[in-house]
Nanobody
């Protein structure tokens, strides 16, 4: 079993910052030799899209729309990943999901992930 729990999120004005955290746990996760932890967002009526990811080799990847504004990091001792979001725009308003998988390839491809959190809402007002 693998559990994924997000925290953070909330409401902020345009230009502001927020921090999201993702914690992975469970026997299944502890057996991963390689992994990706990814952040994705979902707009109503649209496909889930990649935001950022970090893998077991500490390689970070970003969607073009957030590059330079968002930073992903991880604490391997705590099996957590953090997403620092700055210069937020109203277009960043979405439900944000964390996901994990037991490989470190295609980390920005959402349909390759098996384990997802419940999501956390981010709302940016103009």
């Amino acid at each position: 079993q693998v559990q994924v729990v997000e925290s953070g999120g909330g409401s902020v004005q345009s230009g502001g910052s927020l921090r999201l955290s993702c914690a992975a746990s469970g026997d299944g996760y502890s057996r991963f030799r390689r992994y990706c932890m990814g952040w994705f967002r979902h707009y109503p009526g649209k496909e889930r899209e990649a935001v950022a990811s970090v893998d077991s080799d500490s390689r970070a990847a970003y969607a073009e729309s957030v590059s330079g504004r968002f930073t992903i990091s991880q604490d391997t001792a705590k099996n957590t990943a953090h997403l620092e979001m700055s210069s937020l725009k109203p277009d960043d308003t979405a439900m944000y999901y964390c996901a994990v998988k037991g490989s470190n390839s295609n980390c920005l491809v959402p349909w390759t992930y098996h384990y997802w959190g419940q999501g956390t809402q981010v709302t940016v007002s103009s």
